[in-house]
C-alpha cells in the first residue's frame, strides 16, 4: 500500500460532517424559531423548570407606548434580556414581565395633534371621549413596540404586560396616592415650578431638557430712595437680567451679605452724566463693557470713596422704573439679603420676582411678599395687569402682553426694553447672550418658571406614620392670594429626622449601583431637589382623588379613598366623576363642603408605583418585592429610579429595588447625538431585517453599554465578521462531533493529553470570569471573554493543533477519543455561554445536535470539576505559546517567498533555553504544527524546508515516508 504514491486518500480521511450551514440566514431564520417559542410557550416553560429556585426579580421600566422602538430601546431591552437569561443560566427563577407607561402629556399632545389636524378644539370633546382615544393610541402603540421587542429574541410574559392605565393599575396607583393623603403626606401650595406654557401644565425635572440659546441679557437701574447710608440715596442700584419679561413683576431686589459694593459714576456719555450706580466692585469691569457697547462709545466709569459691604443695605429700599404707572408699582421694593447672590456674573445684584424663581419666592415669602400670579398658563400676561394691559386693552396692549418666551418679547426693541428706555431705566439691552436653557422634552418649547397652585409631597418634613383626619400636612401660614397652605421654608438639613430626602439618602446608601457613578449622580439630584410637584393640568391621566374643604385642607378619610379605589378597579380613571362626588363621600360627609380636584398626577408618580402593581399584586406568582435589580438608561436617576425611590421609601420605609444598573446613550458612528432633523438616526428593525436580531444583539453586548457608545454601518459589518467567527467555531464543533458517543467513545481527564487538559483548565478560567461578568453586570466583557476564547484558544491553537490527529487518526485510538471528548466538553459548555448572546444562533446549533432535547435556553450551567484547574500546567502552556507565537512569526517570510506551502514543510530549530519543561521535539513539532523541532544554543528561531518526503494522507513530512506521496508509519496503520 505504501508504494502506490498516487492512491487517493481522501475518502480514508475522517473530515466533519454537519449539516448546519456557514451562511447563516438570520432575518429568514429567526422567525421561524421565534414562532416556535411562542408556540411552545418557552417562557412558561422555563418558570415550570425554575419553580423553586432562588428568584431574580429584574423589574421592567416602563418604556413609553408612543412610536416605533429606536436603538436605545433595543439596547435597553437587549440588556434586560441578557440580565434575566445569565441568571436564569446560573440556575435562578428570574422572571421578565414586560411593561408600558401609558398615561400622561405626551400621548395626549399626539392625540391634540390629530385634532388640530382637524382643526378641531379638543376642549369641546366630552372627557372620557378624549381619553378614550388616548387609551386606544397608547394600546395600539404597546402592541407594536410587543412585536418589534419580541423580534429582538427578549424572552418574557410578552401575552401578560403590565400597563398603567389597566384599571388594576390606575386603581393601585390611586391607593398609593390615598397612603400619603391619608398619613398627611402631602400639601397644596403655590410656589413657582417649571411650566410649560405651550402644553399649559407643570413638568418635573425629567420632562425637561436643556438646550443652548442665545437671550437678550439686559442692565436696568433701579433708583435707591431709602437707605441707611445716606449717599446711596438717589443712586440706582443696577441688576442684570436674561429675563426680561420677569421685570414687570419684580417686588424686591437682593444682595449678597458678604459681596463688596462700591458707587460708580458715569463720565463722557451725556445720558449718564452725573448718574451713580450701587455694584459689586468685582463686577464693575463687565458692567463697563456692556455699557460701552450699548453707547458705541467708551464709558469712563469713576469709583467714589468707600467700600458697602452687602449686609450694610439692610433697610435699603428702591422704587420700580415703572413706579408712575401707580398701583402695584407705587410700592417701593427692598433690598433684600441672598445667600445665591454671587459675582461670577452680572452686577452683583439680583431682581426678584416671587412668581418666576425658587429663590425669588423663598426669599421674598420670608419678607413676606406674596406672588401675583400675572402670568396665565399660557405664558401670557393677564389682561387686568398694568403695566402690559390694563383694563382696556387695546390692539396694541395685546401685542405687548404677547408670549413672556417669544423671543420679540424680550428682544432689544420689544416692548419690555422699549418702556424701560422710555423710563430711563435701561442702561445696556443685547441680544448675545449665550447659555443653557430648560425646554420641555416632548413639544421643545422654551420652560418658565411659574408660580401656581399645585399638590406636592414635601421632601424635609417628617414623616407621618398615620392619618390625620381633617389636617393637611401643609396647614399653618396661609396665601392670601389663594387662600391655601403655603409651602415649607426650602431643603433644610433636617439631619437625622425621618425625613423623605433623609431617607431616601440612607437608601441610596444602602442600594448598589453599577456603575458606581450612578450613586453620586442619583445623591447629588435627590440632596437638592425640591418638593415632588405631583399635580398637573391635563387630561389623560389618573386623577388626584381628593375632596378639598374652602380651607384648603383636604378629606382623610380610609373608607371615602377606599370607595374611590373600588371604583376604579372597576371603570378606570373616568370613575372619578363629579356625578358620584355624593356617592364617594357617603352618608358621613356633605357633598356641598367639599370639592373635587381635577388635576391629573405626575406620570412619574405613576410609574414610580409600577413596582406595587406588578411586584406586589399577585398577577405574575414568579415576581416578588422588592426587586433585585432595577435597569434603565442614566438619564433615569432623576427620572423612575428616583421616582421609585421616593414613592417607596414613603410607603414602605426603603427603596423597591437592591440594585440600579444604568447604561448610556446610543450615538451615531461619528460621535454625534441621533437626531430625525440631522439624518443620522439608525432603525434597529432594519439592521434585524438585514444582518438579524442576533447580529444587533451582538452589538448591544459587545459595547461598553454603561458609556455612550456608537453604532454605525462599519461597526455592524465588524459585529458581523465576529458573529461569523463564532458560528464557524460551532460548525467546526457540530462536525468534529459528528456521531460522537460518550459512552462508546468519552476518555477520563486522567487520560487525556496534556493539550486536552490544558484546554479544560482554560476553560474552567473562562467559566469562572464569565460567572463574574454576570454578577457585574459587564456583558461587554462577558461577550469578549467567550469570542476571544472560541477565536485564540480554539480556532487558532487547539482546533488548528488537533485537526491532524481528527482527521487521520484511527477513531478507537485513545488521542482521537480523548480530542472529541474535550469537544463534547466545550460544545455543552460553549452553546450554554453563547445561548444568552446570540439567542437564536445557540438555539439553532444546540437543536441541531439535540433535535429531541427541547429548547438550549432551559439549560444551565453545572460547577466545572475542580481538577480541570491546573495552575503548574497552564504556566508550562503560556510559555509553549510564546514560543509558538514565534515560531510563527518566523515561519511567515518562507511562506511569503513560497519556499514553504504550509507550516507542515518547515523543519524548525528553537533556542534550547525557550523550551519549557516537559515538551520534547515530537510533541513540539504537532503542537507548531510543524515537520520537525530541534534544539540549537543560539538565541533565535530559525527554519527552513524539511528535506522529508510528504505523506500523502496528512501531508506531513517525516522521514517514515519513503518517498513523496507514500504514508507515513500512523497514516499506515490506520489506513490498515
Known amino acids: 500500500m505504501s508504494d502506490d504514491t498516487k492512491t487517493d486518500w481522501r475518502d480514508t480521511v475522517f473530515l466533519p460532517k454537519t449539516d448546519f450551514p456557514m451562511k447563516a440566514g438570520l432575518p429568514q431564520k429567526e422567525p421561524g424559531i421565534l414562532a416556535g417559542w411562542q408556540q411552545g410557550d418557552l417562557h412558561g416553560q422555563l418558570r415550570a423548570a425554575r419553580s423553586g429556585a432562588e428568584k431574580f426579580i429584574l423589574h421592567d421600566g416602563p418604556p413609553y407606548a408612543n412610536g416605533d422602538i429606536h436603538t436605545g430601546h433595543a439596547l435597553n431591552h437587549i440588556l434586560k434580556d441578557m440580565v434575566c437569561r445569565t441568571q436564569s443560566l446560573l440556575g435562578k427563577n428570574a422572571p421578565y414581565v414586560p411593561g408600558w407607561d401609558c398615561h400622561g402629556l405626551p400621548i395626549e399632545w399626539k392625540v391634540e395633534e390629530q385634532y388640530r389636524k382637524k382643526k378641531l378644539n379638543k376642549d369641546e370633546v366630552p372627557r372620557a371621549e378624549f381619553r378614550a382615544e388616548c387609551r386606544a393610541y397608547a394600546q395600539k402603540w404597546v402592541d407594536t413596540q410587543r412585536e418589534q421587542l419580541k423580534r429582538l429574541g427578549c424572552l418574557g410574559d410578552w401575552d401578560n404586560p403590565y400597563l398603567t392605565m389597566d384599571f388594576d393599575s390606575e386603581a393601585t396607583i390611586v391607593a398609593e396616592l390615598m397612603k400619603f393623603a391619608e398619613a398627611g403626606n402631602l400639601y397644596r401650595g403655590s410656589k413657582p415650578v417649571m411650566w410649560s406654557p405651550v402644553e399649559k401644565t407643570a413638568l418635573a425635572e425629567a420632562e425637561v431638557e436643556y438646550e443652548d440659546i442665545t437671550s437678550t441679557q439686559i442692565d436696568v437701574a433701579f433708583e435707591i430712595v431709602e437707605s441707611p447710608i445716606p449717599e446711596l440715596v438717589g443712586a440706582h442700584a443696577v441688576i442684570w437680567t436674561t429675563t426680561p419679561w420677569t421685570i414687570p413683576v419684580n417686588q424686591a431686589l437682593a444682595y449678597g451679605p458678604d459681596v463688596r459694593y462700591g458707587i460708580v459714576e458715569a463720565e463722557n456719555v451725556p445720558q449718564l452724566t452725573g448718574c451713580k450706580f450701587l455694584i459689586a466692585r468685582d463686577l464693575v469691569r463687565q458692567f463697563n463693557d456692556r455699557l460701552d457697547k450699548a453707547f458705541g462709545t467708551t464709558v469712563l466709569l469713576k469709583g467714589h470713596d468707600g467700600v458697602t459691604i452687602g449686609s450694610d443695605l439692610a433697610g435699603t429700599k428702591v422704587r420700580h422704573p415703572m413706579h408712575h404707572l401707580g398701583g402695584f408699582y407705587e410700592t417701593l421694593r427692598p433690598m433684600l439679603a441672598g445667600d445665591f447672590v454671587t459675582t461670577d456674573s452680572g452686577t452683583g445684584l439680583v431682581h426678584m420676582s416671587p412668581d418666576h424663581g425658587e429663590d425669588d419666592f423663598y426669599l421674598c415669602r420670608e419678607n413676606g411678599i406674596d406672588p401675583v400670579f400675572a402670568v396665565d398658563d399660557g405664558g401670557v400676561y393677564r389682561d387686568d395687569w398694568p403695566w402690559l394691559g390694563g383694563d382696556d386693552v387695546d390692539e396694541e396692549g395685546k401685542e405687548r402682553r404677547r408670549a413672556v418666551i417669544n423671543a420679540n418679547f424680550n428682544a432689544p426693541d420689544g416692548p419690555i426694553c422699549s418702556d424701560l ?556
Open 421 to 976: 428706555r422710555e423710563a430711563g431705566a435701561l442702561l445696556s439691552a443685547s441680544a448675545d447672550y449665550q447659555h443653557s436653557y430648560p425646554h420641555s422634552w416632548r413639544s421643545k418649547a422654551k420652560i418658565i418658571y411659574r408660580c401656581t397652585p399645585q399638590w406636592f409631597v414635601p421632601m424635609d418634613r417628617p414623616l407621618s406614620p398615620s392619618p390625620l383626619e381633617g389636617r393637611g400636612l401643609g396647614e399653618g401660614a396661609s396665601n392670601d392670594a389663594l387662600g391655601q397652605p403655603l409651602p415649607p421654608t426650602p431643603y433644610p438639613s433636617g439631619e437625622g429626622e425621618n425625613t423623605l430626602r433623609n431617607r431616601a439618602m440612607s437608601e441610596i446608601e444602602r442600594v448598589r449601583f453599577v456603575p458606581e457613578r450612578g450613586r453620586n449622580r442619583i445623591r447629588s439630584m435627590v440632596e437638592g431637589r425640591p418638593d415632588w410637584v405631583l399635580s398637573r393640568q391635563r387630561a389623560w391621566g389618573v386623577p388626584i382623588t381628593l375632596f378639598v374643604r374652602k380651607d384648603g385642607t383636604y378629606l382623610q378619610d380610609p373608607a371615602v379613598n377606599q370607595r374611590v379605589v373600588d371604583a376604579i378597579r372597576e371603570g378606570g380613571v373616568d370613575a372619578w366623576d363629579e356625578a358620584r362626588k355624593a356617592e364617594f363621600l357617603g352618608p358621613d360627609h356633605d357633598a356641598s363642603e367639599f370639592e373635587m380636584v381635577h388635576d391629573i398626577l405626575d406620570v412619574w408618580f405613576d410609574s414610580g408605583c409600577t413596582h406595587v402593581f406588578t411586584l406586589e399584586s399577585g398577577r405574575w406568582p414568579a415576581l416578588s418585592w422588592p426587586a433585585d435589580l432595577y435597569l434603565e438608561g442614566s438619564d433615569q436617576h432623576r427620572g423612575w429610579f428616583q421616582s421609585s425611590l421616593l414613592e417607596s421609601c414613603a410607603t414602605r420605609g426603603r427603596a423597591p429595588y437592591d440594585q440600579v444598573l444604568t447604561h448610556g446613550f446610543t450615538m451615531a458612528a461619528d460621535g454625534r447625538k441621533m437626531s430625525k432633523s440631522i439624518g443620522n438616526t439608525v432603525d434597529p428593525l432594519k439592521i434585524v431585517d438585514q444582518y438579524g436580531a442576533d447580529i444587533l444583539r451582538l452589538w448591544a453586548l459587545s459595547v461598553d453599554s454603561t458609556m455612550d457608545h456608537r453604532i454605525g454601518d462599519e461597526i455592524l459589518k465588524g459585529v458581523a465578521d465576529q458573529y461569523r467567527k463564532l458560528r464557524n467555531t460551532f460548525r467546526y464543533l457540530l462536525g468534529a462531533l459528528e456521531g460522537y458517543d460518550h459512552d462508546a467513545e468519552g476518555v477520563a481527564y486522567a487520560e487525556m493529553p496534556e493539550l486536552e487538559r490544558y484546554t479544560l483548565h482554560r476553560l474552567a478560567e473562562l467559566d469562572g470570569k464569565l460567572r463574574q461578568a454576570i454578577h457585574d453586570y459587564d456583558f461587554n466583557e462577558y461577550t469578549r471573554l467567550l469570542t476571544e476564547f472560541a477565536n485564540e484558544d480554539l480556532s487558532a491553537f487547539l482546533f488548528d493543533i488537533r485537526k491532524d490527529r481528527l482527521y487521520c487518526d484511527d477513531p478507537a485510538w485513545v488521542e482521537r477519543r480523548a480530542y472529541r471528548t474535550c469537544l463534547d466538553i466545550l460544545f455543552q459548555a460553549l452553546v450554554r455561554y453563547a445561548a444568552p448572546v446570540l439567542v437564536f444562533t445557540a438555539e439553532e446549533v444546540w437543536t441541531t445536535r439535540f433535535p429531541d432535547r427541547g429548547s438550549i435556553h432551559l439549560e444551565q450551567l453545572h460547577p466545572l470539576p475542580g481538577e480541570w484547574t491546573d495552575e503548574a500546567l497552564a504556566a508550562r502552556f503560556a510559555e509553549l505559546r510564546a514560543l509558538r507565537e514565534d515560531v510563527t512569526e518566523a515561519i511567515e517570510p518562507l511562506r511569503r517567498e513560497k519556499t514553504i506551502r504550509s507550516s507542515n514543510e518547515a523543519a524548525v530549530s528553537v533556542p534550547q533555553q525557550a523550551i519549557p519543561q516537559g515538551f520534547g521535539m515530537e510533541d513540539l513539532a504537532e503542537l507548531f504544527i510543524a515537520a520537525s523541532v530541534s534544539a540549537h544554543d543560539g538565541e533565535d528561531v530559525k527554519v527552513s524546508r524539511s528535506s522529508n518526503n510528504k505523506c500523502g494522507r496528512c501531508w506531513r513530512l517525516l522521514p517514515s515516508v519513503s518517498v513523496e506521496g507514500a504514508l507515513c508509519d500512523r497514516c499506515e496503520e490506520a489506513v490498515n
